[in-house]
Structures are given as C-alpha cells and as structure tokens.
C-alpha cells in the first residue's frame, strides 16, 4: 500500500470542502470545525475497516469513487464526481475537441466497423472509409470487438502514433495505416442549410460548447447570404452545456435589455444574477425553436427566454426540466465535481426543475409519469406565469411547446436488429460489389457536398437485391432471431435506412440526416407554421413601439 492510501478518501473530501470554501466564503465555529473532525474520523475508521475486513481487496481509488458518487447523487440527480479519466473526457467534449484518429465507428454484427471520417481528421487522411472492418489496433486483434472497446484503443494523447488495419469489402488483404493522433473538433452546430428557399435550418443536437455562439453567428450569417430571413432552429436532443453560451446564444435573437435568465443560488450566497441581452438585435426576423423530451438545460434556457418573450414559437416536445446549475470544481487528484450551486429561472419566473425528490435516478431520467411515458401533460396551475404577450406558461415540468407534435416512431426492437443487414448491404454496395449498381460505388467521402435532392434513390430493383441479402444473412445468422416475414413488414422502413446509409456514405452522417428530412415529421411541422412564427414576430415587434414590421 502507498504511503498516502489510508488518508486518500478524506485527503478528497477535504479537498472538496476547501473548493467549496474558496468558492463560497463562511465564517465556521470551532464547534462545527470539530464536528466536522469527528465526522472525517468516522468516516476514515469505516473506510479502514472495509478495506481490511471486506469479502475482497478493494482498491482506494474505487473506494473513492463511489464514495463520493453516491454522496453527490443523495444531493441531486446532476451533480456528480468525476474521476481524473472522466473529468479529463468531459473537459475535452466541453471544448468542442479530443485526440484520436476523428472516425466514427459503430458496432455491426458484432464488429467495429468505420461509419465515418471526420472531415480534417487523421482518419480522412488516412483514406478510412464507411464500411472499413477494423481488425485490428497496434496488433491486437480487434475483428470481434464492439465499437466502445475499439474507441478506447483509437483514443490517445495528441502526436502519439496508432497502426490501425482495416477489411475493405472487395480488396483481398487488409489494409494497414500508421496514423498520428490528432485534437478532433467537433463542432456543436454540425450543420445548416436551406430547408426552403428563404428558410434556413440550424442543426443545434450538440451540447453547448465554448465555441457555440461564434459557429451560430457564422451559420446566421451564411444561410442570409444564401437568402434566408426566418429560421428554425433544431435543439431537439441537445442536453445543454455552459450557461454563458446559452446566454450568448439568446442575446442573438433578443432585443438588447430583455431578461435571459436569472440565477438564484442558496440564501446569503452571493450566486443570484440576473443575465440581459447586452447586445441584442434589431432584425425580429421570425424565429421557431425544435425541442424534445431530451432538450435540457441550456436548450431550455434559450427555448424559454425565447418563449416568455414572445420572440419565436416553440415546437416539438415538452423539455426534460432540468433547472439546475452546475459549477466545476476541479480537485488536487485530477479529478473534478459538477456541483449544483444554483436554479435558473425564465424570465417570466418559471422554475424548469422538474420534482426529483421521489422515486429512483431510473426513474427521474426514463419514466416521468405512472404510465412509464416521458411527462407531457399539465403543469401545476401554481407555477403559471405570463408571456410578454400574455400567454399562460407553466413551470415545474420543462419547457411546453406552444405546439406539440409527436416525434416519429421510434425504432422497433425488429428495426434495431434489421440494421445490421441494412449496413452490411450498403457497405457492399458502396464498395462497388454489387453487380448491376456499380454506380453507386464511392472512393471515399466527399466533404461539404450541397445535395440536391435526388441523390442515390433505392429503385424496386435494388431494395429486391437488398432483400435477397437480408434473408440469407438472417438465415446465417438466426440468433438476430428475424424472420423473412419481419423483412418484409418492414421494407419500407428498409428502403429509407439504405438511402440514409448512402447518403452518410457518401457525404457525411450529417448530410445523410438531412437528405431524409422530409421523413421528420416535427420539422416539417415547424416549416408548416413558419407564417404563425412571423405573425407572433409582428405582435412582439408592435409591442415594444416599433412601427415597421419586422423583416
């Protein structure tokens, strides 16, 4: 044992408690001071104990982690202790970057196969492409390893070297790379387009990062040189992130002086604040915001701010309800705490934080209301509170869209196990190894590509060859347990991933989504109601004593 092992834990703890002492000042009496002593004595005997007297060895790391682990999540259900590895993972996401090889990879038929080279990326320039079996990494055999063990190994420091070998459908012998790792940037606004000819859609699905608000201006900026002048923008997924940028964000479509958000943190703490639009914008161009039941914290933030005044329509989902804040407190072991230190407020006075006081985090995360359904029904008449023009809004329970609109339908456990042969399929086919659809062969992905609209589309004669596929891999593989009667209940459904996977192929994951956009029911939703978003730009606009309608 090190040294220093007995006192790991409470060396810890203590550093938390400094952390938190520096963050929030208090004057301690030498009563709590020793109570506090007698607490750290107990809590040390009791690790003793169980690292002498437990069924098997514990290692004080482990002890560590869970320790505090369970101690944050007796708090609240979002603040958490993150180990050195962790915390290190989680700063590298929250600065819009990593170090790897930039693939990504998905676990088909119980391999790693690459989906997609970043654009830039050390695997683009490596010549990676969609449907690459990797076999193997730094020599160890990895042909039948999932995609989260192959991650790992792809993963390391910036400038270190990994020998990646790849399958390629159609080349005998395997394909070897030396590739050097790379910082990886991944934007948190993947991409925009014209959905329509003056409409512009921004893909918001990431997190907010700290290079959120430039990407969003440059994304505003390019869609009204292409002739947008309303816009929707899609934070369907987006789980939040850094406050300030939720704040930025907003003041790009707020009048300057409006209310963002304000933050109440505990009673005598010198947390509370209130965030303005400090810059703001003259052009109340109209605005719809996407959400869903996975839009959480600083997507609420916006889609609230965005809402109590009035400024846009909302659409979707209700939100998840998370108005909690958390701070990041790095600790001397490398590791870190998400604290909570304060709630956010709307500027109507909506509190978002849905009840997590009963029942389990399964629960609070997966089954909101009795029917096991996510919640989307009536907030408490108590928390109702007005819009700028009026509108009831509540709080308690997320972010209520002012239309609602279910998502599509989710995928089937058939569909989920149909996907395998739908990915092997297209891999063939973008190989080249499909006989008579030789044109649907790919040299790789090409960046950046406008699509048109009527990219690769899957002919009656192609989705019968898939098919053939289909039935003999099930046929060959029956522990997916998929009938040829499944195949064919869900052809459509088929036809529709293969066009996707093609698209993907060819142009990026991003670009494949958006070729099938017109499937999206709650997008095409949000294009139906762009004049009810125009119409609500014109009242707001009258009301703040503007004379000329906005643009």
């Known amino acids: 044992m090190k040294k220093t092992g007995k006192r790991h834990i409470v060396y810890i703890i203590s550093a938390i408690l400094l952390s938190s002492a520096l963050t929030f000042p208090a004057l301690v009496s030498a009563q709590q001071e020793a109570s506090r002593d007698k607490l750290f004595d107990q809590y040390q005997k009791a690790i003793e104990i169980i690292r002498e007297k437990y069924v098997v060895p514990m290692d004080d790391e482990a002890l560590t982690t869970t320790a505090l682990q369970g101690l944050l999540k007796s708090l609240d259900p979002h603040s958490e202790y993150l180990d050195r590895k962790s915390f290190q993972d989680f700063m590298e996401k929250q600065n819009s970057e990593y170090y790897g090889i930039g693939a990504y990879v998905r676990t088909i038929n119980k391999s790693t196969y690459v989906v997609e080279p970043f654009k830039d990326s050390p695997a683009s320039r490596a010549g990676l492409r969609y449907g690459d079996h990797i076999v193997s990494v730094d020599g160890k055999d990895t042909s039948s390893l999932p995609s989260d063990k192959v991650s790992q190994l792809l993963l390391g420091e910036k400038g270190t070297r990994v020998v990646v070998s790849v399958k390629r459908s159609g080349t005998p012998e395997p394909l070897t790379s030396t ?272 699509l048109k609209g009527n990219e690769f589309i899957i002919n009656d004669e192609l989705i019968n060859r898939y098919r053939d596929f289909a039935v003999k891999f099930y046929q060959e593989n029956p522990d997916y347990y998929v009938t040829t009667a499944m195949i064919d209940q869900n052809l459509v459904w088929q036809r529709n991933r293969l066009r996707q996977e093609i698209l993907s192929a060819a142009y990026g994951s991003d670009k494949g989504q958006q070729g099938m956009s017109d499937l999206d029911v709650q997008l095409q939703r949000a294009v139906a109601e762009m004049p009810k978003a125009a119409d609500i730009a014109l009242r707001s606009w009258r009301r703040g004593g503007n004379r000329l309608p906005p643009r």
Not at 268 to 294: H, R, S
Not at 305 to 317: F, K, T
Not at 349 to 378: A, C, H, M, W
């Open 179 to 450: 590739i050097i790792r790379d910082g990886i940037s991944r934007p948190s606004i993947p991409n925009y387009y014209l959905i329509k000819p003056n409409i512009g859609y921004i893909d918001f699905t990431r997190n907010f990062q700290v290079t959120t608000s430039r990407e969003l201006r440059k994304a505003m900026s390019d869609l009204r040189d292409a002739g947008a002048d309303r816009f929707i923008l899609d934070l369907r997924n987006n789980s939040g992130g850094f406050l300030d940028q939720a704040i930025r964000v907003s003041d790009q479509f707020l009048q300057r002086g409006q209310s963002i958000v304000t933050v109440r943190g505990r009673s005598g703490q010198t947390n509370d604040q209130t965030a303005i639009a400090e810059n703001g914008t003259n052009d109340n161009f109209p605005l719809i915001v996407m959400i869903n039941k996975f839009s959480a914290s600083a997507s609420e933030i916006v889609a609230g701010a965005i809402q109590d005044h009035d400024r846009g329509l909302i659409v979707g989902e209700t939100s998840f309800g998370k108005g909690l804040v958390q701070r990041i407190f790095q600790l001397a072991n490398g590791g870190g705490l998400l604290l909570t230190i304060a709630h956010y407020y709307t500027p109507s006075g909506r509190l978002i934080q849905r009840d997590y006081s009963k029942g389990s985090l399964f629960e609070y995360y997966f089954r909101r209301s009795p029917d096991g359904e996510v919640k989307n029904g009536t907030n408490p008449p108590t928390e109702m509170k007005k819009t700028d023009l009026g509108r009831a809004v509540y709080g308690g329970g997320g972010i209520e869209p002012d239309i609602k609109v279910e998502s599509n339908d989710p995928i089937t456990p058939v569909q989920g196990r149909l996907y395998h042969a739908v990915c092997l399929f297209v891999r063939e086919l973008v190989s080249g190894q499909v006989a008579n659809f030789e044109q649907f062969k790919l040299n790789g992905i090409t960046y950046d590509y406008k």
